[in-house]
Every structure is written in structure tokens, then in C-alpha cells.
């Protein structure tokens, strides 16, 4: 079993700053890449930006040039960097990452954590 738990979300006024954080653990083995995504009201999830075990980032580009990403290979933690926050960046903000583990080594799947809500508002 691989679980991720998110910290850091709330709210924020239009112009400010949040750190969201993710720790996982469980049976892994190997972790590939690490991200977030987000889904806002009547939309369909998407990708936030993603950092690859080599530390390779790419980001959608709503968010370039305000949101950066993080990792730490040694304790499985992924942290992602929003700056000058939008109301549109308004979502569920969920943890991801793709890996396998001793139970399945040749084989990766993604995994997901359970959400942390972001609103932006004044």
C-alpha cells in the first residue's frame, strides 16, 4: 500500500501565497514522478506541474512563472510553490506521484492523495 497525505491548503487573497506539501509512504520502491493536479468546480482534472527523479519540472502554462515544484528523494516529499495566486487557481489540489514497489518492481502505477482545497478570494 502507498499513501500520500497533503498539507497547506486554504485561503488566500488574490496576490498571495500558498506551499502545499505531500509525504508518501508505504511499500515503495522506486518513484518515477512526482506532481499536482488540480480540479476546479464543473472541470475536469488537470495537471499543475510535475517533477521527474532526475528533478526535470514542467508546469501548465497558467501557472509558469508563478508556481515552482519540489522534491526530496530522501523522505518522499513533493512540495509545489504558488505564487501571486489567481481566483482561478481556486481547486481541489491533489498529490501524485507514479512508482513501483517491493511488491511489484517492474510494473509503475500512479497513486493519488486525497485533496487539499485552495481558494482564492478576497
Known amino acids: 500500500q502507498v499513501q500520500l497525505v497533503e498539507s497547506g491548503g486554504g485561503l488566500v487573497q488574490p496576490g498571495g501565497s500558498l506551499r502545499l506539501s505531500c509525504r508518501a509512504s508505504g511499500d515503495l520502491y522506486r518513484i518515477e514522478t512526482m506532481g499536482w493536479y488540480r480540479q476546479a468546480p464543473g472541470k475536469s482534472r488537470e495537471l499543475v506541474g510535475s517533477?521527474?527523479?532526475?528533478?526535470?519540472?514542467n508546469f501548465a502554462d497558467s501557472v509558469k512563472g508563478r508556481f515552482t515544484i519540489s522534491r526530496d528523494n530522501t523522505d518522499y516529499t513533493v512540495a509545489l510553490q504558488m505564487n501571486n495566486l489567481e481566483p482561478e487557481d481556486t481547486a481541489v489540489y491533489y498529490c501524485t506521484l507514479r512508482a513501483t514497489t517491493h511488491g511489484n518492481l517492474f510494473v509503475s502505477r500512479q497513486y493519488w492523495g486525497q485533496g487539499t482545497q485552495v481558494t482564492v478570494s478576497s
Open positions: 517533477v521527474s527523479s532526475a528533478g526535470s519540472a
